[in-house]
């Protein structure tokens, strides 16, 4: 005699990969699902529609992208991951997809993280996903103020230690003092590039 399997039954969910019921939920509402995860290398955005045959992911924008648009920090910060967001939006728009619905999987959902940063950048570009704005993180650390504020205090008080911080950023000929600015001039240069024009980049 055959038994249902349970959601504790699934590899993955006991790996921790998936969240089967939070999944269901999702599947049940014919939405895109925006697919948003990070690491320390990268922040990866993905639309993926549900299919009998499995999921179909349908578009996809990585922080590696943004070296096109002039971006020479870190690939996983809070700033990448907003800009990362807004790539994803433009892109998402010019595919035709207006609207979706945030996924996370088993990610622990904490105020002002970099998931939420990215949705704020999905959100800005114009796509529409049910949130909170209570959980997104504040305009000084999507921009990198608070970068540049910290690598301003150590350049000034103690040298060494700014160069040993910044030590990456340093060898991209990135000054981190600068960060707002940058992140101005890559988020103006992705809202003027192809991508955020119909016909662009996919």
């Known amino acids: 005699m055959s038994r249902k399997l349970k959601p504790s039954n699934f590899r993955r ?3 921790g990969k998936t969240d089967y019921r939070r999944r269901l939920k999702l599947l049940k509402s014919k939405t895109p699902r925006v697919v948003i995860r990070k690491s320390l290398r990268q922040v990866t955005i993905q639309a993926v529609e549900y299919s009998p045959k499995g999921d179909s992911i349908i578009l996809s924008a990585t922080s590696k992208e943004l070296k096109n648009f002039g971006w020479p920090y870190h690939n996983s910060n809070t700033p990448t991951a907003y800009l990362t967001g807004f790539l994803f939006g433009i892109k998402s728009l010019n595919k035709g997809i207006k609207n979706a619905i945030l996924d996370i999987g088993v990610t622990r959902p904490i105020a002002g993280s970099k998931i939420y940063a990215a949705l704020k950048g999905i959100i800005d570009a114009g796509l ?3 949130s909170d704005e209570n959980i997104m ?3 000084e650390r999507i921009n990198g103020a608070h970068i540049s504020s ?3 205090e150590l350049k000034k008080n103690n040298p060494t230690l700014f160069k040993s911080k910044f030590s990456k950023y340093l060898r991209n000929n990135a000054d981190p003092t600068k960060i707002q600015d940058t992140f101005k001039s890559v988020l103006s ?3 003027n590039s192809k991508v955020s024009k119909k016909g662009g980049n996919k």
């Open 189 to 191: 240069a992705i809202s």
């Open 150 to 152: 910290y690598a301003e």
């Open 137 to 139: 993180p504040s305009d």
């Open 13 to 15: 969910h006991r790996e």
């Open 128 to 130: 529409k996903i049910p």
